[in-house]
């Protein structure tokens, strides 16, 4: 027990020498100054007394109100709590100072100094006299930052973007100024920011701030030379002809220059208080190079290339084109700035799915056309008349066996235009024409041969005519079509005349051996009446033989 309050009272001496209490208090506020670190009071307490350098401020004896000692600034100012800590109202710069707790204690007196010290936040933050713009590498004041009323002084800190931004001596210099108050002893600090600036900084935001507060941000205007000029189009192409066509002069330059120079086709045009420039109704001669460039560095400048697209038909045919069939129809499809992207044909208001070949014209190929070419935007529609016309030319000539036999139906077949007139050289019982298709038309004729014919068949129309002839006769039919020749159908006449007197010459030897084998018979080689039967049979047979035979050589002759 002895040894424990021996000690106390050796940490008490000690700390009368060097560890001094500090309490820190809030400029105007009321400052608590402990006695003792708030430690109860002594029982055996006998008085309290508060003192600073200048004599009493408060004394307290056992069980008696407090006394005010104090004068001048703080007569009024002083005051203490149950538990002997000492109240100042209103504290100020001046409170800064030591003040002494003394105990008495039943004849032992203890004093516990505690110094105190007042602190006061800045009154406002100030961000004054922001740069008006920042040019790129030039070491410009961008502003002032002031904290007012501070204790101890404000530091302040620039950031940009929020984060600090630390003097380098070069980009970045900071000067801070502290001015003290004489009245108040209060400091107000003043920073200044010399900053060169990047070109990013221009969307830079920059603050100034102490501990607690901050000033509200500001960005600036980043000044810069133009360094690159580009043209753009700022009508979307691709152009056609009567499109309006706006082109842009874009410098990157900050603030931008206010005027350009157009280069439209070699001619320059000055734009004021404007970027840009528009070509009304453009057509295909506006095609070219288009240039841009500063007006007080015409090196500075850009070009584009444009097109204006434009597609003209022009096929080169009338409206309605006649040819001769076998002939070919050259045309041009159009004339068009670009590659045609798709030519669709139709023929007759039906679709074809390729370019008609015109190279050898054919009567099908006469019809309407339509053609329609397309290029991006553009299309374009053409039509013709397409009329291919040819002297008449038999096809084939023929004749078809009727199925009675009794009459042959002549076929003609024909190929011409205009449409062809058939007419034969023979009168028929029944005529017909098939209808005309592609320039073809056939027609028949029934006749009844009452005599060996040759029919000639003549197709004609306004160009021209075509004959062709055909064999007709009783017994049979000639397939055979040829045009007349004379040495030609003597040698046919041959043929058939040899071919007849052949079979005349068979019907004779059967004939002769026919009779002969009567002649036999009636010799008496067969003399019965059975024999008779069979001899009757016998000659049956042989006269069916001669029957087939004949037959034979007439299907020979008919074939
Ligand atoms: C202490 O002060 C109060 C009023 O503030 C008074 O009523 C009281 O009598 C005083 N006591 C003594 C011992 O003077
Ligand atoms: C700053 O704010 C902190 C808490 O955010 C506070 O503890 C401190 O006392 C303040 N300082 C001043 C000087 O206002
Ligand atoms: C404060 O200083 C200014 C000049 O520096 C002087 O004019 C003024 O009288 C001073 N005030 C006090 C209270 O000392
Ligand atoms: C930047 O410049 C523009 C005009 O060039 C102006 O309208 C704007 O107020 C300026 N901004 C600042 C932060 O100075
Ligand atoms: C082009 O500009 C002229 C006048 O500026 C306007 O009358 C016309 O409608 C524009 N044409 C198109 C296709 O925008
Ligand atoms: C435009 O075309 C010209 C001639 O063909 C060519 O010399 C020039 O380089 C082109 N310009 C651009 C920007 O393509
Ligand atoms: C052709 O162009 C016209 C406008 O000129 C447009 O209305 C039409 O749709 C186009 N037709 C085709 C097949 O592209
Ligand atoms: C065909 O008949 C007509 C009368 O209908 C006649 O004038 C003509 O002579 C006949 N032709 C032939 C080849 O028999
Ligand atoms: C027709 O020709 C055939 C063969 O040449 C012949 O047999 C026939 O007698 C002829 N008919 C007439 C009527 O001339
Ligand atoms: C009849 O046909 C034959 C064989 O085709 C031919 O040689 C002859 O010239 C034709 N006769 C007549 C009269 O046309």
């Not at 307290?60 to 203490?80: G, I, L």
């Not at 008609?356 to 014209?361: C, M, N, V």
């Not at 019907?507 to 036999?520: A, D, E």
């Amino acid at each position: 027990m002895h040894f424990s309050s021996g000690l106390c009272l050796f940490i008490a001496l000690v700390c009368q020498v060097s560890c001094e209490e500090t309490i820190i208090g809030l400029y105007g506020e009321t400052v608590e100054v402990p006695c003792n670190k708030g430690a109860p009071k002594p029982k055996d307490l006998i008085m309290t007394k508060w003192k600073y350098n200048n004599g009493a401020l408060l004394t307290q004896s056992k069980d008696k109100n407090v006394t005010v000692k104090a004068t001048k600034e703080y007569m009024n100012r002083v005051s203490m709590t149950e538990d002997s800590s000492l109240l100042i109202a209103g504290a100020t710069l001046k409170d800064e100072q030591t003040f002494t707790c003394m105990i008495v204690v039943d004849g032992d007196i203890s004093e516990f100094p505690v110094k105190v010290i007042i602190h006061k936040a800045p009154t406002t933050l100030d961000f004054t006299s922001p740069a008006a713009e920042l040019e790129i590498g030039k070491p410009t004041q961008l502003g002032i930052c002031s904290a007012h009323d501070a204790n101890p002084a404000a530091v302040i800190t620039w950031y940009k973007n929020k984060k600090p931004l630390l003097a380098d001596g070069k980009g970045i210099v900071i000067s801070s100024a502290l001015k003290v108050d004489n009245e108040t002893g209060l400091t107000t600090t003043t920073s200044v920011l010399s900053y060169t600036a990047v070109k990013e900084d221009a969307d830079a935001f920059f603050t100034c701030g102490t501990l607690n507060s901050s000033s509200s941000p500001i960005s600036f205007n980043v000044t810069y030379p133009t360094e690159k000029v580009s043209l753009q189009v700022v009508s979307k192409g691709p152009f056609k002809e009567g499109d309006n066509l706006t082109l842009r002069c874009k410098a990157d330059g900050n603030p931008p220059p206010t005027s350009f120079n157009f280069h439209i086709k070699g001619k320059v045009v000055k734009v004021e208080n404007s970027d840009t420039y528009t070509l009304t109704k453009v057509t295909r001669k506006d095609t070219g190079e288009y240039k841009c460039s500063l007006i007080d560095n015409a090196k500075m400048e850009d070009s584009k290339n444009l097109t204006i697209n434009y597609l003209d038909m022009s096929l080169g045919l009338p409206g309605k084109v006649t040819k001769r069939a076998g002939e070919g129809l050259t045309f041009n499809l159009a004339d068009a700035s670009g590659e045609l992207e798709s030519v669709a044909w139709k023929k007759d208001n039906v679709k074809l799915n390729k370019q008609p070949a015109f190279e050898k014209l054919t009567y099908a190929d006469s019809g309407k056309y339509e053609v329609v070419v397309t290029m991006g935007p553009l299309n374009k529609t053409a039509y013709f008349e397409l009329v291919v016309e040819g002297v008449p030319v038999i096809q084939q000539l023929k004749t078809q066996k009727a199925k009675d036999s009794q009459h042959s139906v002549l076929l003609c077949t024909a190929e011409g235009f205009p449409k062809p007139t058939v007419s034969w050289s023979v009168n028929g019982t029944v005529s017909s024409e098939s209808s005309y298709i592609n320039g073809e038309i056939t027609h028949s004729l029934t006749i009844v041969p009452s005599v060996n014919l040759t029919v000639a068949c003549t197709v004609s129309n306004e160009l021209g005519q075509d004959t062709k002839f055909v064999n007709v006769s009783i017994l049979y039919e000639e397939v055979k079509m040829d045009k007349q020749d004379s040495s030609e159908d003597s040698d046919s006449t041959k043929l058939v005349v040899g071919l007849v007197v052949s079979l005349l010459l068979t019907t004779v030897v059967v004939g002769l051996v026919y009779w002969l084998y009567m002649k036999k018979s009636k010799q008496g080689s067969w003399t019965t009446g059975e024999k008779d039967d069979g001899s009757n049979e016998e000659s049956k047979k042989l006269e069916e033989k001669i029957d087939e035979k004949l037959e034979e050589n007439i299907q020979k002759v008919e074939v």
